[in-house]
């Protein structure tokens, strides 16, 4: 892994170790909101195999955990992670969800395991947005679903079409926080481009 790349990896993690404690408190409301939005504009289809990329705290696991037939959250900060499980406890759900320490960039799963994904409020944290993306797509089913948000602060409405564009088709929804973009795999078509950027490897 190049230098620059884990020193983005590390810095993150220290940051999100920092606020695991006060997360929910700071953006719990905003982060509910757009979860509320997704549901809204996907196919919120029951069951199967799904994995939250970036889980964080595990907010999102509180409106999937009981209709995913198998629940995977993943993420690099180990603090966030307690605070996921601790939620799980309280919701009595704790052994319906695996939770992993993981890079989005280098996920520890076969080709093809995942019937649908969610990558919020994950892409500007890596160093390499499509490497993250390329991941994602790999561990998909064919035909299944990922959800993906970015950050209106980091990414213009052109860079995220341009990155998210080579991934197959999709719906974009310019929300006011993020863009939300529900990617429809389709093994077939996905076209991984050139990298560009800050989008680069």
């Known amino acids: 892994m190049p230098g620059n790349s884990w ?7 220290e940051y999100y170790d920092r606020l695991a404690d006060i997360y929910d408190s700071l953006y719990g409301g905003e982060q509910k909101a757009k979860i509320k939005i997704i549901f809204k504009v996907m196919n919120a289809e029951a069951g199967g195999l799904v994995l939250d990329i970036g889980c964080g705290t595990g907010l999102l696991m509180e409106y999937l955990v009981a ?8 993420d690099l900060s180990v603090k966030s992670l307690r605070r ?17 320490r993981a890079d989005a960039e280098n996920l520890p799963f076969r080709n093809e395991v995942f019937d649908k994904i969610f990558a919020l409020t994950l892409l500007q944290n890596t160093p390499s947005p499509r490497r993250a993306l390329r991941e994602i ?45 529900v990617l429809k795999v389709d093994k077939q078509r996905i076209n991984i481009g050139s990298e560009k950027n800050r989008m680069g490897e």
Do not use: M, N
């Not at 209709?67 to 993943?74: A, E, P, R």
């Not at 602060?153 to 999709?170: A, H, N, Q, V, W």
């Open 67 to 74: 209709d995913s037939g198998c629940l995977v959250g993943v």
């Open 137 to 181: 797509i790999r561990v998909a089913k064919d035909k299944s679903q990922a959800i993906v948000t970015g950050l209106r602060k980091y990414f213009t409405i052109d860079e995220f079409r341009g990155l998210i564009s080579s991934f197959g088709e999709y719906e974009l929804f310019p929300e006011s926080h993020d863009f939300i973009a």
């Open 7 to 13: 020193s983005i990896k590390k810095s993150t993690i």
């Open 84 to 100: 996921a499980r601790e939620r799980l406890r309280r919701l009595e759900a704790e052994q319906d969800v695996s939770l992993i």
